[in-house]
């Protein structure tokens, strides 16, 4: 290649507010001797300039000198250039170095020139396809296979080069022809932009909020069906846990455990379901607001905010088609097996001889043949693989993206499919559609607009319960393993495989019991325009529609299930359910919004002042209305008048809420930092004269390693950015529990109860209660206060902040008045009570590079408690009361059990035993029983035994963290995402539990390890320990079973949540099919979990174990861009 | 230019700004104003549908397993149920909510100018009846509450609260307030029966009246007989002897007027099928003359799942069967015909001289007994749905010389296709969805198909007086009063159930009728407590066979050859359901008042052993 006569180095950030006082950047300089290239490239790397100049005029390899190792980039030039005839100027986000004559020559020249050039990466990689245009015409051209275009342009006209996943340059051609452009990566680095709320947005260096940013590379990262999923461990500040593992499945996030978030997506407050739903592919970056910096949006942020800002094409980029696809294989992550036959009849068995029974229900003889197995009729089945399986998980998306010089566009269209590990049982299905287009109507008015579009489609066989995923669930335990589904084997014939009838899993199909689903369709449109109304102010208006459909039908048949007569080989009915259900629901939510305000932004000198000035509103309606029928034939689809026994006119269900607010943020020279918000805020909840509330919130921040005593000390070697942060305001709350809206207003109540009279049944009418008119908001107080750190030129970064969050005006009684229950009313609840949360997060990254080998290691970590503080006027029977039902100033949720304290070995044990360990004298027990610590030494076990032994069972864990691992090297690319949990609580329950619970089964790892006789026929026989008691039928409310240490376990875990590898296919291989760019990966999902809890998977809730396992998958992908 | 701006925006925000509240007023979709309400007959007629739907109390067929709390049904669903206590606040009711909703009803009624004067009189007695009733349910369980009367309280914030402190009423002024206001509103009551007795009339008010008199009159007198009588010393609980005979002759008038209205009569239309006709005068709306009030069902709009939940296993229409079930206790209290101790239990003979007492068909040992059996219970062999109640434990075979039984899963067969275990059992498991009692409720069982799915549920009422509830409190009262006419009331029950006169009346045999006439109806509890029997009988001796419950399981004999070939023993044990006895204190005679309700008022005083 030919030596190009000017070597550019161009980068542009797209700064929301340009740094303005370029010439007063500064630098920071290894050492004061280094050649050109060197003092450039450190330019370049510390500041948002590149410096472009031409290697026959400077000698890029001619050592320099520079006097001060921290200095201002002008001063650093004018020293550089003294002596020289060159001159540089700022311009745009580039210094250029030229003679200083030379400008005027090329100036003369007028018409047209041609350019030639070269894009490449920063590694020096060509970019095939980059889109060079001309700027403010449409004279444009893309870059061949070799990263090279050719473009005639007018001598003072400037180049935009954009890539997709890249920055976008431009530069003014002047007097050169040839350029050789080197595109930046779009990485997330301290010149990240991050949004601060309310469409503002602020560099990541001078923000003084507790705000994390992901973006979309490590989004994707996931196999999750919905962005909930994707976002698990790779926060900090973010407690979550996937309960369950269905089809569709989200998993509950909190942050800093403070309750369910408000979600914004573009701009509009949304629920955590319109943004479990996005397709994640769309979104292009999230910001997470975990402290006062959310009061900015208002009465639902005080759990914190997720905002959410989907992909949008880019103003003079060529238009870029990318395909995304995989398809994977599901299977369970961890399950415990139902106790095989051998494992259940033994110890079944064994409890009848414990028990003394004589007739047995399994002889000896049936014993060994159901262990032998082979005779017809002791043939063991395996209910687990019945009815699981492995299943796939499909995805597929298209999306078109790109732009003019005056309008951007992103069209995005998606599909996934995950089926469930319930054999023939449906899933989830859901198409999303994304546009967004913005235009640039004149040099003042941009309008613009984005719809998000779904339809959600869940599907499954219309079974019994409420909820259709729990009886297959349920069917693997209660259904013995002596026990077969069909008749005679024949599989027309289901039968009865336990005193429950919907256990048999075999009429669970669509042809036997019916169809359930549910769809919705959901569209959001949003509007929006931005008018400068001169420069620095702006007036930004943005409407918002959402609306969305539910259709639910569900009918669920007749069945019979069949017995086998052998004589005359018939099948006789058994049993037959005769109640047909039919229902449908149908709902659909109706939001309006909008959001109007006024930006003004400005730089004087080193003083920075952005200010915002807003009004938000948004109204919502959710009528639902819900039909039963008892349909006359199973055929029969179609609901009519005649068969419908129940209209349910759920009703309006309007919600109003409007505020203002007001943002200041003010910097002086990226050094100190400061920004001041507030809202004012009403909400249709409360009476008008009460209904509006103020809520400020301000935060500092310091960037110490700005300032000169810390440039010019030791310490800013090792430093590259240090700043420290705090933040404190009150957010307020219109989410009160207990109050309803327009529990203010006196009157009647419709709809409530009734009775049949006169043979007729009429709805009743009640009157109300007091009007409470006593309480209003919850304020909450949020303290933030932390620290961003990077070291090495930013290889190292760490976050750390410490929280808390103050809640008063929780609702509570004043219980000193009081009211006599005799009057028949409550006295209104008043603020009166509050609570607090209170934990650190941080975040740590390492990023480096070892030639092409590029990798990043991360890990985060948030310790989050929740504590109930003040209680009104909190008051105690006795010491024992009040230790052990105060909340006062005490963690929440506090999980009270015995402790226990080993096991029996012997009889003899129990026999001299001090303590009453069951309550009977010790009557009950047996070797191998639980003991427990009898705490207050009063002789017996009870309730005043009862200590904190545990966590919360079912909220997200105290203790989460995440460590992200990414590598690449050459075309391959490696991604690892670990997560895990710590500091919550299991409770063994039911079938995990109970002995032969209702008559079924027990898991596997606990039959096959309790203590049990060396001869199950002899009650007499030795006894040989386990890790469990003795089952024994019919026991479970024995001391064994109290609520203890033994069954209540702590969890922690950790899970290899993401691995991704994946491979580029070289360009040269790829350019004769016009494809720019494909990469195939395989990935998996929960691989491994290495935990305490056993059998299942530690992030699940069910004390029965009965909850649909969260899913392994493995993926092959492919991702094409052409 | 840019001024025009500015203020063009500020002025458009402004605009939005002064429709703000009016776009924070939405309007509720449920809440009427009083207005609205008693200006429309219908508003107001739906609110006393309201009320009538909030008086249900007690042990009660729509409250799944409240059968199981005493000594007439047993839990059979899954494993053992080891209650044996009673809660101190076991059907405890004090519902002030209720009372200050009737009468604020009361009071805006009675200023409505939307109905006839003679139907505002008929709605405002309905009202203060289910007042009283709500009283009357309060005072047994309490003994004497604070009365309230008309009085709407209201509260602002610093209202002197010791003005909204009531005391206590006495048991007696309690009991007398009942009365009064019965008596009070009976003439202000239709006279004529009401559709499916669902509302309110005058004889619903002295059957009212009667109940209450009877209670206090009884406490005045049995209470005063236990060797420490249970009292306060401001007698809210505990009301004097010498009060006994004037309540008894108040409910024996009361019940003898509804007696003699004949609006309402001992219902037997079926005289040649008295269990069938026992069951229809209590469980078929249709034709009724048995039911004065009840409260009422139908489909499509309110239903139970009684049906649904305790149907065989054999007839079940949906997966819900077999919840509880009656035991023995219960099901030997209805008398052999041809007892020569006419009014008390007959045992079961399963065994004669050490041998199994063999009977020729697995319904004979129930089918010579009361006919109310039949109609209250569903036994070995009996029909429901004219589908025959198969209950089978298990065969007796031949072992060797002697008998031994042999059991099996449900719907069972040996070789040669002889049933071993029938589907319905009973069995002992600790398995949902079996029986273990080898019995079923038939009592207040509903017939109508679909009733037993859970898609539609039953409408059988629940009746909460029967005429023949009459009849028993005039013979209680006219016993306690020894006018000698106690015999010709409770032999008019007896003579319409099937079993043979009394000749003399004893204590005994009220208390044995009243047992079987209207068990499952809400009556044993409150009796045994106001005859101060309960804790004599619920006495918490494991091996009492009265106070733990006992199954009956059939076997059938499968022994080719022999004699006794295809007949059926019976084997009586205690039940594995139910291991402990039932164990009623002193101190559950009354239930306790909640220090709640004390600390909320310092003026109530505690019950007796709180």
Known sequence: MKISFFILFVSVCQLFAVNGNAQNAKIKLSSNKMTVTELFSAIEKQTDYLVVYSDTEINPNSEVTVHKKSTKVSDCLDELLANSDMKYEFTNNYIILSKAKAKSLVSAQQNKKKVIGTVVDMKGETIIGATVVEKGSTNGTITDINGKFSLSVSTNSTLIISYLGYKDQEISVLDKSILSIRLREDSQTLDEVVVTGFGLSQKKASLTGAISTIGNKEIVRSSAATASGALAGKIAGVNSRQQDGRPGASTTLQIRNMGTPLYVIDGVQKDEDQFNNLDFNDIESIAILKDASASIYGVRAANGVVVVTTKKGKLNSKNTVSLNTYYGWQSMSRFASPADTKTYLTNYIQSETIQGKTNYIYSKEDYQKWIKGTEKGFKSFDWLDFIWNTSPQYYLNANVSGGSEKTNYYFSIGHLNQDAMIKNYGGFQRTNIQMNIESQINDNLKVGASMNGRIEYRVNPGVPQADDYWLPMFAVYRNLPTKRPYANDNPNYPTLTSSNAGTNFAWLNYDLSGKYEDKWRVMQLNGNVEYKIFDGLKAKALFGYYIAYEQKNNQEYTYKLYGYDKDTDTYPIIFQNNNPWRERQIAHVEELSSNIQLAYDKTFEAHHITGVLGFESTKRDAPRSWLHSIPTANSLHLIDYETMDTYDDIGNNTEARLGWMFRMNYDYANKYLLDFSSRYDGSWKFPTDNRWGFFPSASVGWRISEENFWQESKVSSVFSDFKIRASYGLVGSDDISGYSPFDYMEGYNYKNGGSVIDGEYVLGTVPRGLPVRTLSWIKAKILDIGADISFLDNALGFQIDYFQRKRDGLPASRYDVLIPNEVGFNLPKENLNSDMNRGIDLAIIWRDKIKEFTYSAGGNLTFARKYDWEQYKPRFANSWDEYRNSINHRYANINWGLEADGQFKNWEEITTWPIDNDRQGNKTLRPGDIKYKDINKDGIINSLDERPIGYSESGTPILNFGINLTATWKGFDLGIDFTGGALSSFYANWEQRNPFHDGGNNPQYYMEDTWHLADIWDAESELIPGKYPTLLIGNSSHSNYWNSTFWKKNISYIKLRNLELGYKLPKQILQKALINELRIYIAGTNLFTLTNKEGFDPENTSGSGLQYPTTRIINLGMNLKF | ?610
């Open chain 2, 1 to 610: 230019m840019k001024t025009l701006y500015i203020t063009l925006i500020v002025i458009f925000e402004f605009f939005i700004f002064s429709g703000c509240n009016d776009f924070l007023d939405q309007k509720p979709d449920q809440i009427l104003t009083n207005e609205q309400v008693f200006s429309d007959p219908v508003m107001i007629k739906s609110v006393l549908s309201n009320f009538y739907g909030r008086v249900s109390w007690g042990e009660k067929i729509n409250d799944l397993y409240s059968l199981t709390i005493l000594d007439d049904a047993a839990k059979t669903d899954g494993g053992p149920d080891y209650r044996s206590t009673f809660e101190n606040d076991r059907w405890r009711v004090y519902d002030y909510t209720l009372l200050r909703n009737i009468n604020q009803f009361l009071k805006s009624l009675r200023s409505s100018t939307a109905i006839a004067e003679n139907e505002k009189q008929q709605i405002e007695g309905e009202a203060r009846f289910l007042r009283a009733w709500c009283y009357f349910n309060m005072c047994r369980c309490l003994g004497g509450v604070s009365l309230i009367g008309d009085e709407v309280f209201d509260y602002e914030k610093d209202k002197d609260i010791v003005t909204l402190q009531i005391p206590r009423a006495t048991e007696e002024e309690t009991y007398n307030y009942i009365i009064d206001e019965c008596q009070q509103i009976a003439p202000m009551l239709s006279t004529k029966a009401q559709k499916n007795s669902a509302r309110a009339n005058k004889w619903t008010a002295k059957m009212l009246e009667s109940r209450a008199a009877l209670y206090a009159g009884s406490l005045a007198n049995y209470n005063n007989k236990m060797s420490s009588p249970i009292q306060t010393s401001g007698k809210e609980v505990g009301i004097p002897a010498d009060k006994a005979n004037a309540y008894y002759t108040t409910a024996l008038a009361a019940a003898n007027e509804v007696i003699l209205s004949g609006v309402y009569q001992l219902q037997d239309a079926k005289p040649d099928d008295k269990a069938r006709n026992f069951y229809e005068a209590t469980s078929i709306k249709t034709n009724n003359t048995e039911v004065i009030w009840a409260k009422d069902y139908l489909y499509p709009g309110i239903t139970h799942g009684f049906t649904q939940y305790n149907i065989p296993r054999s007839h079940a229409e949906d997966i819900d069967n077999s919840y509880s079930g009656p035991v023995l206790n219960l099901v030997e209290q209805f008398e052999e015909i041809n007892t020569n101790s006419p009014g008390t239990l007959s045992n079961f003979i399963t065994k004669e001289n050490g041998e199994y007492k063999f009977y020729n068909s697995a319904d004979a040992p129930f089918l010579s007994r009361d006919p109310r059996l039949g109609g209250s219970v569903l036994y070995p062999g009996s029909f429901f749905k004219e589908k025959e109640v198969v209950l089978q434990t298990g065969q007796l075979i031949k072992d060797g010389s002697g008998w031994k039984t042999i059991t099996g899963d449900l719907n069972s067969y040996d070789e040669n296709k002889n049933l071993i275990t029938s589907l319905n059992g009973p069995k002992e498991s600790n398995e949902q969805y079996i029986n273990k009692t080898g019995f079923y409720f038939r009592k207040f069982f509903d017939e109508t198909p679909g009733a037993a799915t859970r898609g539609r549920r039953s409408e059988m009422w629940i009746p909460y007086f029967r005429i023949s509830e009459a009849y028993m409190i005039a013979a209680e009262a006219s016993y306690e009063l020894k006018n000698g006419k106690a015999k010709e009331y409770i032999n008019a029950v007896r003579t319409r159930a099937g079993v043979k006169p009394l000749q003399t009346v004893t204590f005994e045999n009220i208390v044995h009728e009243d047992r079987v006439e209207f068990a499952f109806e809400d009556h044993r509890y409150w009796d045994m407590k106001r005859w101060r029997l309960a804790d004599k009988v619920w006495n918490g001796n494991n091996t009492d066979r009265y106070a733990r419950h006992r199954r009956l399981w059939p076997y059938k004999v499968v022994a080719p050859g022999d004699s006794n070939d295809g007949k059926w023993v019976f084997i009586e044990d205690f039940l594995f359901m139910s291991p402990n006895a039932r164990y009623f204190k002193k101190e559950n005679y009354y239930n306790f008042i909640d220090l709640d309700w004390i600390n909320k008022n310092p003026l109530l005083v505690k019950n007796p052993y709180q």
